[in-house]
């Protein structure tokens, strides 16, 4: 038996697990892919390149606990972020600053409607005119000239890979890991002869919450994406920035990423990948508009009565969270749990 069961070996799972194994908790951490990482998942191509499976995943945080916190696994690879947007045959900075404008002639409002609007409804669909205004307020305008797209003090991505990271943080011997196991199996594993075993392990679940409830209430919309890859061999670059963002509906993908900008790695070939957004697949994206918040609360009111199942994460707690947030969540629950605060938890601070 264990203490705590954790449902999914991303950020969220892997960083309690981590926590409460050190704390001298046993943990068993399970997960339906065929690896660890969750979205932040990356692995080295047939051609040896380093990329994110599911799309480009850079860290920032001005958190110093949790830059401190993950730094204890990983060294870090320098990098500010810039994306560009693509306008008919020019390259433009988002977020939109004094550069981008001048290329609408100073006129705001037509720097919105051609880079914002139309990237918007492509990423969410049928939902984008609904959307909660926080969903908006993340794309900001600025007054200057600074073209990187965050601007935390702490920024960068893993030396060696996130992949890397997470192998150490899963590596404590109070901690085992089984893949390719849905949480429903494991729980066959703890009964016996169809009676509840004397002792069950609180769990911390980071997968959709709709889906533990079993749709009860029926399904929370997610979004996911489609990626189309492409490997050029013998070509340092195949283009002159990391990430390009294509908003013009002429186009079905709402990006272009290429792997090796981001990561530094230095190749005799790259690979880059065009993303399709999609309301099939997996659920990256939780959509916040206010119907889906109100479907929310219906689960987040009935997770609330179950005692020692705790729901963390992007999909967990239905939030729109960056992986500096998780992680930060995940300390937070950590910390209460091993206080021995057994409170429910479905929504944290986020910092």
Not at 134 to 155: H, M
Request: glycine share 6%.
């Amino acid at each position: 038996m264990v203490d705590y069961l954790i449902v999914g070996a991303g950020f969220a799972g892997s960083v309690c697990a981590e926590r409460l194994a050190s704390a001298g908790k046993t943990v068993l951490v399970v997960d339906q892919r065929a690896h660890i990482g969750g979205n932040a998942y990356d692995y080295y191509d047939e051609a040896g390149i380093l990329v994110h499976k599911y799309g480009a995943h850079i860290f920032h945080t001005n958190n110093k606990e949790v830059f401190d916190y993950l730094s204890r696994f990983t060294e870090w690879h320098p990098y500010q972020h810039r994306v560009m947007a693509r306008v008919g045959d020019h390259f433009v900075p988002m977020p939109i600053n004094t550069t981008t404008l001048a290329q609408f002639g100073g006129d705001l409002q037509a720097a919105k409607r051609a880079l914002i609007e139309p990237y918007t409804r492509k990423q969410w669909g049928p939902h984008a005119d609904d959307l909660e205004p926080s969903v908006l307020a993340r794309i900001r305008t600025r007054d200057d000239d600074e073209d990187r797209y965050f601007l935390d003090v702490y920024q960068g991505l893993p030396l060696h890979g996130y992949t890397r990271l997470f192998e150490r943080l899963l590596a404590h011997p109070n901690i085992h890991l089984m893949l390719k196991t849905s949480y429903r199996e494991v729980c066959d594993l703890l009964t016996d002869g169809g009676r509840v075993l004397p002792r069950r392990p609180a769990v911390i679940y980071t997968g959709p919450i709709d889906e533990f409830f079993d749709y009860r209430f029926g399904r929370l919309p997610y979004r996911s994406a489609r990626f189309v890859w492409s490997t050029t061999s013998r070509l340092e670059y195949a283009q002159e920035f990391a990430v390009i963002n294509l908003p013009d509906p002429d186009h079905q993908y709402t990006r272009v990423v290429e792997f090796k900008r981001l990561t530094g790695q230095v190749h005799r070939s790259t690979t880059r990948s065009w993303e399709y957004p999609t309301a099939d697949g997996e659920p990256y994206w939780p959509v916040p508009t206010a119907a889906s918040a109100a479907l929310y609360q219906q689960y987040a009111a009935l997770a609330k009565q179950i005692p020692e199942v705790y729901f963390l994460g992007r999909l967990g707690s239905y939030k729109y969270l960056d992986m500096h947030q998780v992680v930060a969540q995940a300390l937070r629950l950590s910390t209460r749990l091993l206080g021995g605060d057994l409170t429910p938890v479905i929504d944290s601070d986020y910092s």
